[in-house]
């Protein structure tokens, strides 16, 4: 079996450094679950449709799984683990929670960073532009309806 | 929410991994398997004694075949297992695997069920001739004299594309083998944890006390994960042979080539009514493709049987004559999908309804109204006992809140705007909650249908109730831990619920078809009513008055009218450590156990879909979806929306999205979420829903189930929508999905019949 040169890369994630060594060919989606240990991204494609894998590079939203992790130097990273302060819930995190917007909770971790990202550089949008927004990733449970119900929520207490 | 969930995936970090070698052709004889020496490989001739897995049906129209556990002699379809290979890493394991080199001498395959019932068909298993697995017939008397006297015939074909239930986490497993004990810690993600547990103890020859099979945070299953997946079989072989713990990551691909598919089928259908639109008759021919091979616990006559025995639905006729056949194909194995047959049956009544509404010329409330079942209990032409519904209340309901008249208001003046929008109901019934009785009168071999309840208070005077049910995303333990709270009044965050895990829980048989929160809640609220009276016996003790004069509330045991009370606790702690002095005849500890195991009870709802349909395009847009639904007493009215929005919009999807397609070669098209298309938050509606409660002493809880629900009313609701919307170009929509391109022919072919007439 071909055992790949790994090489070195330093990652800035949730604020935090990690050194770990990859293959090359590693994405940052199971860079970040297997290297850095955090497993709150998820897997559900692999080819960059479901956005599952979601996370914040500089503020954008990305596909994990569509980068590698030695294209994910010098970036911020942000994670689902990263958004809550302590005990205390992310507004996207408490919308979520009252307004039953997630059920199995698989696809709830690239929802909420795609949410957070856009909301963060629009804080003020229509109801059109959150259900094309929204419309980046796939999720099988809900219909969709609450996870829009929580984003609006969201919207105006990031806002206040 | 925060991360923090465990799902299979995230529990094998140290594990070896596991991959398969899968078919690359759907019908074949394996001359030889060849990899290099550095390739740990394990095929069908190291799991020699294994298997084969060859679920049993109790009937003779019912035909068993076995599937190997990896494909030893013959492949039958692609994706189909023939060889694992093990990697320290994923990507090892993936490296690996294009290393394998597996010679197949192809065959023709045999794909659709058309060509599989062709005279002289090759056979896809030698045991099932004519490629028939299922074929069953059922009849009542005087049939053929109903339709002799009909006034009018309406007879049309029905036909469902191939649905995968494409849960967004795909399959896995991680197999944890104990140096010590021998024993196998088996983490999956599937729906019944202790039926995986029985197969794969079977199969690989060891005692179920030494396998342990735990569901950790399941992403979704909705059927898909309900029957055996072969890979996991495979996983706990390999554990055993290693020594090692070993995993195995279904990717999104192996999902769409190698998981259960669902809802292949095609329906001839001729009702026979009376000059006021009355239905007498039915007479029905179903067939369904159920794949290469059997699922277990199932079995591949879970469609067909289904779709036999529930067609007629909430309408009342009792001629019918019916047949119903799976057909064996070079394709990816059946199982049943949130609803099974249901959304197709009910296509096929509610497009009946339609048809016979033109055919008619009376509204499409007023034929259904005349049709429907109104007095209960209702026996149905099957021989299956209707509960009290309001089948008639949720159209009329429906009818009320989409307006009915004003919409045809709106449609005339659209029409003459060139639009083309139309209107679509669909009322059905959704079993829930059955039993032993319901599954064992499909005589399987395995026969589901009980749910036992362990409740225990700690002497903390914390509970613990462990169940058999295996929730996964429905919010069970929430709406549960919510009952037992009431009965035994105490704080539901007191009160844990212990569910998918075999060491931890009763046997029972998981989470699926409608059921956990009418017979696992059923049977928790049966187990609290004991402990309650155990509880009610030492307080009585305590406070020197009678049981039947305490209450149990907000966490103390009170005398009724007065302030004389203890806190439940505290007997909790009397229960274990002053046992000595408890009343005569009590047990030391708090401990209940119930089984439940009902007939079942109906929920009932009517759906009513409006769309607007571009025909230049072919393109269909939802503008409007009510749901009247009646699921009896609601325990968690947020829970329940939320089941009702996700089923909808699977519904939906099944009406004009989702087809997995197989070319003429057998080979499987739609492997990426590029061909096969899941709606977004753009395509999904607004789901307005009422509800109704009619209350049934089916069930010890008032609940109905609703699980399934949404998936089988929609696409009719959809579907009668779109026909009504092409009502002026004459074109009914008889086939799901609707998609662009199929509208589009239809629309192009009846253009070009009205060009030929000119």
Redesign the interface.
């Known amino acids: 079996?071909?055992q790949r040169e790994k090489v070195h890369v330093t990652l800035d994630v949730n604020g935090r450094t990690y050194d770990v060594r990859v293959?090359p060919?590693?994405t940052l989606a199971?860079t970040i679950?297997?290297d850095c240990?955090?497993?709150?991204?998820?897997?559900?494609?692999?080819?960059g449709?479901?956005g599952?894998c979601t996370v914040l590079a500089d503020g954008q939203p990305v596909r994990s799984c569509l980068m590698f992790a030695v294209q994910s130097e010098g970036l911020a990273l942000r994670?689902?683990?990263g958004?809550?302060d302590g005990d205390t819930?992310h507004p996207i995190?408490q919308a979520?929670?009252e307004n039953?917007g997630?059920?199995?909770?698989?696809?709830?971790?690239g929802f909420?960073m795609l949410a957070v990202g856009y909301l963060e550089q629009n804080p003020n949008p229509t109801e059109e532009d959150l259900?094309?927004v929204?419309?980046?990733?796939?999720?099988?449970?809900?219909?969709?309806?609450?996870?829009?119900k929580a984003v609006t929520q969201a919207a105006v207490t990031m806002r206040s | 929410?925060?991360?923090?969930?465990?799902?299979v995936?995230?529990l094998a970090?140290q594990a070896l991994c596991l991959k398969f070698v899968r078919s690359p052709v759907p019908h074949g004889r394996i001359l030889g398997i060849e990899s290099p020496e550095?390739?740990t490989i394990f095929t069908g001739r190291d799991l020699e004694g294994v298997g084969p897995l060859r679920p049993v049906l109790h009937r003779s129209d019912y035909v068993p075949v076995a599937q190997p556990i990896l494909a030893r002699d013959v492949v039958r379809f692609v994706g189909e297992p023939i060889a694992v290979v093990v990697?320290e890493t994923?990507?090892?394991a993936e490296?690996?695997v294009e290393q394998v080199f597996v010679d197949i001498e192809p065959f023709d395959p045999i794909v659709g069920i058309g060509q599989a019932l062709e005279d002289g068909a090759r056979l896809v298993h030698r045991e099932a001739d004519g490629n028939v697995v299922l074929d069953a017939r059922y009849e009542t008397e005087g049939v053929d004299q109903a339709f002799a006297a009909a006034d009018e015939l309406i007879e049309f074909t029905i036909r469902s594309g191939r649905q995968s239930a494409?849960?967004?986490?795909?399959r896995g497993s991680v197999a944890d083998y104990d140096l010590r004990s021998g024993r196998v810690t088996l983490l999956c993600s599937v729906q019944g944890p202790h039926v995986v547990r029985t197969i794969i103890a079977d199969m690989v020859g060891m005692s179920e006390s030494d396998l342990r099979v735990v569901a950790p945070?399941?992403?979704?299953g909705?059927g898909q994960k309900y029957c055996v997946a072969i890979e996991d079989i495979v996983t706990v072989w390999v554990a055993r042979r290693l020594r090692r713990t070993v995993s195995w990551i279904e990717?999104?691909r192996e999902n769409f080539m190698s998981s259960f598919h669902s809802r292949d089928h095609e329906y001839r259908i001729s009702g026979a009514f009376d000059s006021e639109g009355k239905l007498s008759a039915v007479e029905a021919d179903l067939i369904c493709d159920v794949g290469a091979y059997s699922c277990y616990p199932v079995t591949s006559g879970v469609e067909p049987l289904m779709a036999m025995a529930d067609l007629p639905g909430p309408y009342d006729f009792q001629k019918y004559r019916v047949r119903a056949r799976g057909i064996t194909t070079n394709t990816c194995p059946m199982a049943p999908y949130r609803g099974v047959s249901r959304p197709v049956i009910t296509l096929a009544m509610e497009r009946l309804m339609d048809l016979a509404s033109i055919r008619f010329g009376i509204d499409p409330v007023e034929i259904r109204r005349r049709n429907l079942i109104a007095h209960f209990p209702y026996k149905s032409a099957t021989g299956i006992t209707f509960d009290e519904g309001s089948y008639v209340g949720s159209l009329e309901k429906a009818a009320e809140i989409v307006d009915l008249d004003g919409f045809r208001e709106v449609q005339r003046t659209a029409r003459q705007g060139g639009r083309h929008v139309g209107i679509g109901f669909s009322v059905f019934s959704e079993r829930t909650g059955y039993g032993t009785p319901a599954f064992g009168a499909r005589s399987m071999d395995v026969t589901p249908g009980y749910e036992t309840v362990d409740l225990v208070m700690d002497p903390s005077g914390y509970v613990e109730a462990r169940i058999g049910a295996s929730p996964?995303?429905?919010?069970l333990g929430t709406s549960m831990a919510q009952l037992l709270g009431d009965e035994l009044g105490t704080n539901p965050e007191k009160i844990r619920i212990v569910h998918g895990d075999t060491d931890r829980t009763p046997y029972g048989w998981g989470t699926f078809a409608s059921r956990s929160m009418v017979i696992s809640g059923g049977a928790a609220k049966m187990a609290a009513t004991k402990l309650r009276k155990q509880l009610l016996a030492i307080a009585a003790q305590e406070l020197e008055a009678s049981p039947e004069d305490i209450i149990l509330e907000s966490g103390f045991a009170s005398v009724v009218g007065t302030d004389v009370k203890v806190e439940i606790s505290k007997l909790a702690r009397l229960a274990y450590h002053a046992s000595h002095k408890l009343p005569a005849g009590s047990s030391p500890g708090l401990l209940a156990q119930s089984t439940y195991d009902p007939a079942g009870t109906f929920s009932n709802a009517c759906h009513v879909a409006v769309v607007d349909v571009d025909i230049e395009t072919g393109l269909v847009q939802i503008e409007r979806f009510v749901v009247v639904e009646d699921a009896g007493l609601l325990i968690n009215p947020?829970?329940a929306?939320?089941q009702v929005?996700?089923?909808?919009?699977?519904g939906i999807a099944n009406a004009l999205y989702e087809e997995v397609v197989y070319d003429s070669d057998g080979n499987i098209l739609t492997t990426?979420?590029?061909d096969y298309l899941?709606p977004?938050?753009?395509?999904?509606p607004?789901?307005e829903i009422h509800h109704l409660e009619t209350i049934s002493d089916a069930t010890v809880t008032g609940a109905k189930g609703l699980g399934e629900g949404g998936a089988i009313g929609a696409p009719a609701a959809v579907i009668n929508a779109i026909s009504d919307a092409l009502r002026p170009l004459g074109i009914p929509v008889n086939e799901m999905p609707a998609t662009p391109n199929r509208l589009r022919e239809l629309i192009r072919a009846t253009e070009r019949a009205t060009n030929d007439a000119t």
């Open positions: 079996m071909t293959e060919r590693k199971d679950r297997e240990g955090l497993t709150g991204t998820h897997l559900g494609c692999e080819h449709v479901c599952a994670t689902v683990e958004l809550a819930l995190q979520f929670w039953h997630l059920q199995c909770g698989f696809c709830t971790p909420l259900r094309e929204l419309a980046s990733n796939l999720c099988r449970c809900t219909g969709y309806q609450n996870i829009m | 929410m925060e991360g923090k969930g465990r799902f995936a995230d970090n550095s390739v990697g994923q990507a090892q490296d690996a494409m849960p967004l986490e795909a945070d399941v992403g979704g909705f990717d999104r996964h995303g429905q919010g947020l829970i929306d939320g929005h996700g089923a909808v919009t699977q990426s979420l590029l899941p977004t938050a753009a395509e999904i607004n789901i």
